[in-house]
């Protein structure tokens, strides 16, 4: 079956420092791989988009990148600050006309003051 | 645009009652996904609909779940009877287009307790 596996333990990080958390995958590669932020008592927020075929993506303080041969996608949060604290979310998405995703169950990050 | 809706935002029912969740997906999205998430558990997807067609429910769990979405705008899902495992909080998503490049919309989710 396909999975997504992320560390279930928290991220704790200095204000400021860069957050890395990792989404690793198994069997085939999915067509593209997505990064949502939840916070407590909320939906999943649409961050980010990869798709197979690109290494790396940014927008503003965030940055993903994909690699098909460790199975592998990070996402960075640059110059931390604490209302990035949440819980990261990665999902994986094949190709098809609609959005069958199958969701990790994602790594809480607390960003220290 | 106000955003994906759900109500109710909990709900607490005993086994074996009925609950309807309900779910207004932004205007003009024609596709509407259902996820829930188990305690402990990633969140998994349920079913998906263009306008008012199912387009795929292999998610469901059992026919005790019927999902509607009569007229093509807002979906229902409707547990009967709940059961203890039901229990779990239930995300309705909408978008534009079906592709990746449409971005999912999440609602704040329908907590469900069955006691």
């Known amino acids: 079956s396909q999975k997504i596996e992320q560390n279930s333990e928290a991220l704790n990080i200095q204000e400021g420092k860069t957050a890395t958390l990792t989404c690793n995958y198994t069997?085939?590669?999915?067509?593209?791989l997505q990064w949502y932020r939840q916070d407590p008592g909320r939906g999943p927020v649409f961050l980010l988009l990869i798709r197979e075929n690109e290494k790396e993506k940014r927008k503003e303080r965030l940055k993903v990148t994909f690699d098909t041969t460790l199975k592998q996608s990070l996402f960075h949060i640059t110059a931390s600050q604490p209302a990035d604290s949440a819980t990261y979310l990665c999902?994986?998405?094949?190709?098809?006309?609609?959005?069958?995703?199958?969701f990790g169950t994602g790594t809480k990050l607390q960003v220290i003051p | 645009e106000a955003g994906v809706t759900q109500f109710p935002s909990h709900s607490v029912i005993e086994k074996g009652q009925t609950v309807t969740l309900r779910c207004d997906p932004i205007?003009?999205?024609?596709?509407l996904y259902w996820y829930r998430r188990v305690m402990g558990k990633e969140i998994k997807f349920l079913l998906h609909?263009?306008?008012?067609?199912?387009?795929?429910e292999s998610g469901m769990p059992n026919n005790r779940f019927l999902a509607e979405r009569t007229g093509g705008t807002y979906s229902t899902l409707k547990v009967q009877p709940a059961e203890l495992e039901d229990s779990g909080v239930y995300f309705c998503?909408?978008?534009?287009?079906?592709?990746?490049?449409?971005?999912?919309?999440f609602g704040n989710g329908t907590r469900l307790t069955v006691t």
């Open positions: 205007s003009g999205h024609d596709n």
């Open positions: 069997n085939y590669s999915p067509a593209y």
């Open positions: 999902a994986r998405g094949n190709s098809g006309g609609y959005q069958k995703v199958t």
């Open positions: 609909f263009v306008k008012e067609s199912k387009q795929d």
């Open positions: 998503a909408s978008s534009r287009g079906g592709a990746y490049n449409s971005p999912l919309h």
